[in-house]
T-cell receptor, first 115, second 111 residues
Framework: GAVVSQHPSWVICKSGTSVKIECRSL??????MFWYRQFPKQSLMLMAT?????????EQGVEKDKFLINHASLTLSTLTVTSAHPEDSSFYIC???????????FGAGSRLTVL | AQRVTQPEKLLSVFKGAPVELKCNYS??????LFWYVQYSRQRLQLLLR??SRESIKGFTADLNKGETSFHLKKPFAQEEDSAMYYC?????????????FGQGTILTVHP
């Protein structure tokens, strides 16, 4: 079945640095990828929709300059948290849908801790 | 805006007992409802969707538009059902990843 891989699974960084998280579809081409954020013991919140070859669509309240999303190929989307601060510490999850598919496949998530 | 509510954060039952995880939604149109499950140390995965009208792992869920509910039920819970369950809503016509999730319910099935 469809597999989505995220890397890294865990990252710790200093405040003010930028962190890049990769999301790859391993055995299918993902025309659309989605980035979610999950706070501890809370629900998943959709941050943005990433379409291959075009700009990401951000949800209301999500800073696009803070969370840079790039979807340069049909198998890779990246989320860069720029100038990270402790309040950006969270669990970031990506998911993907293949062309013509109607099932969402999730990555295992990436836990970001900003010191 | 649409909203999904799962009133129970924690639900504990004994093996063999019936279980019902509640999900209510608010949306004026016709949404598509899903149940996702996350087992310990595993990624989120689709359990079932209302349009499929299927039973997965013994679980069923019926969309009740009058009560705006999509409760997940299983007549005889098993220990391996212990997991986090999320109810999610998609507005018709939008992308399949544009989901609104509920807060989640942690189900624990005791032996």
């Amino acid at each position: 079945g469809a597999v989505v891989s995220q890397h890294p699974s865990w990252v710790i960084c200093k405040s003010g640095t930028s962190v890049k998280i990769e999301c790859r579809s391993l055995d299918f081409q993902a025309t659309t990828m989605f980035w979610y954020r999950q706070f501890p013991k809370q629900s998943l919140m959709l941050m943005a929709t990433s379409n291959e070859g075009s700009k990401a669509t951000y949800e209301q309240g999500v800073e696009k300059d803070k969370f840079l999303i790039n979807h340069a190929s049909l198998t890779l989307s990246t989320l860069t948290v720029t100038s990270a601060h402790p309040e950006d510490s969270s669990f970031y999850i990506c998911s993907a849908v293949g062309a013509g598919a109607n099932v969402l496949t999730f990555g295992a998530g990436s836990r970001l801790t900003v010191l | 805006a649409q909203r999904v509510t799962q009133p129970e954060k924690l639900l504990s039952v004994f093996k063999g007992a019936p279980v019902e995880l509640k999900c209510n939604y608010s949306y004026s149109g016709s949404p598509e409802l899903f149940w996702y499950v996350q087992y310990s140390r595993q990624r989120l995965q689709l359990l079932l969707r209302h349009i499929s009208r299927e039973s997965i792992k013994g679980f069923t869920a019926d969309l009740n538009k009058g009560e705006t509910s999509f409760h997940l039920k299983k007549p005889f819970a098993q220990e391996e059902d212990s997991a986090m369950y999320y109810c999610a809503l998609r507005i018709g016509g939008t992308s399949y990843g544009k989901l609104t999730f509920g807060q989640g319910t942690i189900l624990t099935v005791h032996p």
